[in-house]
Every structure is written in C-alpha cells, then in structure tokens.
C-alpha cells in the first residue's frame, strides 16, 4: 500500500474515488468547499436536498462528479463540529474504507488533514488513515474454498491544505503504514487455529522474521531440553500435558547507536491454545482459547513495525509459547514447582497457566539488564469484567513507565486504564506449602494476577498489559484486533527521545 502527499487543488485530483468529510453543522472544510465550488455547488445541493445527512460515519458514494477529475466522489459524516475528538475521527475513516474496501478502485483520494481534531495535527490524522487503510483491506480467507475477490486498493494519496504539513503527513504515513502491517501480522497470528499456531509454529515465524531481515532481527529459540537446562520448569509445567512441546523464543533487534543501550523488552504469552489443563475449561466458546497467544502476536507484531520504522532503540523480544492440555503428565491442582528465579509455586488451578509460562520469562529478561519490561498476555476473563472490550488492564511497579504506556495508548488511540498493584493485594497468593499459589480467589483477579508476575519482576521498571477484552472480538465478527500494536509501537518510538544525548547550550 502506498501513502503519498498532495497539495494539489482537489478539484483537480485524478483519482478513481475523492473522499470529502463532512461535518453536520457550520461552513463546509477547506477542500470540501473548493470542490463544492468547481462541481456546480454539489455537495451543498446533496446536503439541502437532504440526499445526504452528515451524521458521524454516514457514507455516500456518488457515481458521478461533474466539474471535477474523479471518478466518484464519497461523502463521509463528521457529525457535529463540537464533539469532533480523536474517537470519532476514527470512527468516520473506518466508515470510508470499510466502504471503499470492496469497490473496484485501486486508487483514492482523501482530505482527512483538514478535519480540526483537538491536539492532534496533520501526521496524527495521515496515521490514523494508514492504519485505517490496513484495517479495512485485512483479509483471513486461508482456510476457505471460495475465497472473496481480494480488495483492488494499492494507494491513499492523502490530500493537504497547507505544504508546510506535507512532511509531517508523510511521517504520519510512514508510522500508520508500519503499524498497520504489524496489525494486520498479529491479527493473523491470532486467527490462525491452534493446529497450525504451535509453539513450535510461533518459533519458525520468529526465524522467519530474522531471516527476512537483512540481519536487522536475531532469533534465538531455547527447546524443552535447552529449558529444561535453564531451570524453566514454571514455563515446561504448563506444556507438559500437550504433544506440542514448549518453547521460549528471543528476538533482538539492535537500532541504539550505542550497542550496549539498555533495550526495552515486550514479553508476551503465547498459549496457543489453553483447554485449562486438568482445571478443564467448559465446552462452550472454548474454541476462542486459540487466541490466547494473542499476546505473543502482538509481540510479533510490534517487531514488525518497528524493522519497518528503525526507531534508535535497542528491543528485545520474548515469547513464552506453549499449549495447556489435560492429559495423563499433566500438571494437576496442588502440585508444586519450582520458577527460574527459585521461588516454589503451589499449582491450585491450571488454568491460571499464563502466569506460569510468563513468570520465567521475566526471570529470563534480567540478563538483558533493561531499561523498561512490558510484558503483554490473554491473562484474566476478569480484566473483561473490569473493563469490558475497549480499555486493556495496565499494572505496574513503576508509576512513570504506567505514566508512560498510558500516553502511548492515547497517541495511539490504543488506550489502556491503570489499575491498582496495591501490597495489600498480595497476600491473597499465600499459599500454605510452597513460596506463593497461582491463583488469589475471585475477588480482584486481574490486579492479583499481575501481583503474581510483579514477584518476578523486581530487577527493573515493569508493566503487564491485559489485553483479554482487547485482543479479539467474539460474536458474528470473530476475529483478533490486532491490539496492542499500535500501543506498543508508539510506546517505543516515545523512546527513543529519552536515548538522545543532550547538547548543554552554554
Ligand atoms: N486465557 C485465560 C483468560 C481469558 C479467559 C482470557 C477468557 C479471555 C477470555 C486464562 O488463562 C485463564 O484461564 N484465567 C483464569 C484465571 C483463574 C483460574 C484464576 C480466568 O480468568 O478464569
Ligand atoms: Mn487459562
Ligand atoms: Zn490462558
């Protein structure tokens, strides 16, 4: 998909459909009004004729444009002028390319830059039309016979008032461009079914992804028998009922000028598919547990964002992949392993197994001494019940990094809501006969899930993101989001302000 920038006048643009915004109240916008003057007053007759109502997400295609160079024109809602904020923005680009995505157009041309959004300038907008663009064409058919014609669109030309926002445009292209490819990565990572996705898949994707990168991207993938050495035997104790066999991918990816930068590292939980173990889930929606390494899938995919951006930081990149079965090996209720940081765990429920495979994995992420550990997981249904399906459940030790994520979510418009990590929390997870239990009872289940991994992530700044509400949706349109990327990709490239070496003016 290409994203250029144009200061043309659009009454001139050549293109196969023009998309217009349009708010319900006050004087139409600057390219809204150009074209309205070239094309015999058009969309000003649409809107008195009441052809056309500008409610916030309404769509009109007009076939024909007289008096200008496109072949359509597509009218698009704002709504009203004064409640214009980042959330229904989007709301009006989806609507544009979920109704440009199957027409027979490979190129369009739209003037979303001139809508005024609150704090938000011309690269923010260029952004939220790429990623748009991504969410819209994204197609799953793999497994199907009859697969739907594949969406014709190759280019966004985004259409600018002013020359001097031409570059920021560009640079909002860019960064909506990557993370929509990192989006569209992880939401098929996410989609595909658990017999395909395996641990052993996620590893070879990882490989892959190292491979295609011109060295840019190491992987490093420790086996059972390389785990086993380690002392992982939280992360083996979750896999140990299934055929598939467990495995801790690392992905480095190096852009610091400094190579010894402290790197920041995403951990994520790659369940590829959790039954519950012998703490056996019920049958029904069970199949949506495949998504349950949708957390590793945004892991995958913020990494490919970022080797299509090279931000100046230093990442590393942790999977902690396994399947949860029920089987006659596997880990039962009360059992007692032993953690790689040596603290003992009373198992009292298998199916609380993320934190099992991520408890080592963050013991794993000291050895890169790093300067910030974000760890991402499908950890609690009762982040769902605290949040519903929009805000994804943010804890943390360190209140400037939770500061910080919170930010990223906003720009992104993947937005995240703090909950607390209080001390009183914690001893809910004592257990009589080993270091801590697995599971702290019903009340407060997310926040003491993440006060099981906050034991394990004492050596730096931490955060654990709870993306069971956000990662996919349920219903007719099943399917992953694609969350947290742009989160991630965001918080990341924030980073890379705080590496840059100050000048003292003197
Ligand atoms: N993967 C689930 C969490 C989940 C459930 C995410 C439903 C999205 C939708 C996780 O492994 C799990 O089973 N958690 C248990 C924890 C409990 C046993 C303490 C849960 O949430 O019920
Ligand atoms: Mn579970
Ligand atoms: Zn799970």
């Known amino acids: 998909m290409e994203f250029p920038v144009q200061t043309a006048n659009p009454a001139k643009v050549e293109t196969a459909c023009l998309v217009v915004p349009v708010f319900k109240d006050g004087e139409l916008l600057p390219a809204a009004a150009k074209l309205d003057n070239a094309s015999e007053r058009l969309i000003g007759q649409l809107i008195e004729r009441g052809d056309f109502e500008a409610t916030l997400g309404n769509v009109l295609m007009v076939p024909f ?172 104790s979750v896999g140990r009922g299934s055929a598939e066999p467990s495995r801790l991918i690392v992905m480095r990816y190096q852009g610091a000028e400094e190579a010894d930068e402290a790197p920041h590292v995403l951990v994520g939980k790659g369940i590829t598919f959790d039954t519950g173990g012998i703490s056996l889930k019920p049958g029904e929606g069970m199949d949506e547990m495949k998504f349950d390494m949708c957390g590793a899938a945004s892991v995958f995919g913020t990494v490919t964002s970022v080797l299509a951006i090279k931000p100046r930081i230093n990442l590393v990149a942790i999977v902690a992949a396994a399947e949860n079965m029920p089987d006659g090996r596997a880990t039962k209720p009360g059992d007692i392993i032993q953690t790689l940081k040596g603290l003992s765990v009373e198992v009292l429920n298998t199916d609380a197994e993320g934190r099992l495979v991520l408890c080592d994995a963050l013991t794993y992420a000291e050895r890169f001494e790093p300067a910030s550990v974000v760890d991402i997981a499908t950890l609690t249904g009762a982040a769902i019940i605290a949040l519903g399906h929009h805000a994804t459940g943010l804890l943390s030790n360190d209140d400037d990094l ?105």
């Open 402 to 506: 939770a500061l910080d994520i919170l930010d990223a979510g906003e720009t992104a418009w993947d937005r995240a809501w703090h909950l607390p990590l209080w001390d009183e929390y914690q001893e809910q997870l004592s257990s009589n006969f080993a270091d801590l239990a697995n599971i702290g009872g019903r009340p407060a289940g997310t926040i003491t899930a993440a006060c099981f991994l906050s034991r394990f992530a004492d050596k730096f700044p931490w955060a654990h993101l709870d993306i069971a509400g956000t990662a996919w949706t349920s219903g007719k349109q099943k399917g992953a989001s694609g969350r947290p990327v742009g989160l991630l990709t965001q918080y990341l490239l924030d980073r890379e302000a705080d590496g840059e070496v100050e000048v003292a003016d003197d």
């Open 65 to 236: 444009a007289p008096g200008l160079n496109t072949d359509r024109l597509m009218l698009v809602g704002l709504g009203e002028r004064g409640k214009c904020q980042e959330g229904a923005f989007r709301k009006a680009v989806d609507a544009v390319f979920t109704a440009i995505a199957p027409l027979p157009a490979e190129d369009v041309a739209v003037a979303f830059t001139d809508v005024p959004v609150a704090d938000r300038g011309c690269d923010w907008k260029a952004r939220m039309v790429a990623e748009a663009t991504h969410r819209a064409v994204y197609r799953f058919d793999d497994f199907k016979s009859e697969k739907a014609p594949a969406p014709s669109l190759e280019k966004v030309t985004l259409l600018i008032s002013e020359q001097g926002d031409a570059d920021a445009a560009r640079r909002g292209a860019h960064v909506g461009d990557a993370i929509g490819q990192g989006v569209a990565t992880t939401r098929t990572l996410g989609n595909l079914p658990g017999n395909v996705c395996t641990p052993s898949y996620l590893a070879e994707r990882a490989e892959r992804l190292a491979a295609e990168s011109g060295g840019e991207l190491t992987a490093e993938i420790l086996d059972e028998a390389a785990l086993e050495e380690l002392g992982a035997h939280s992360l083996l």
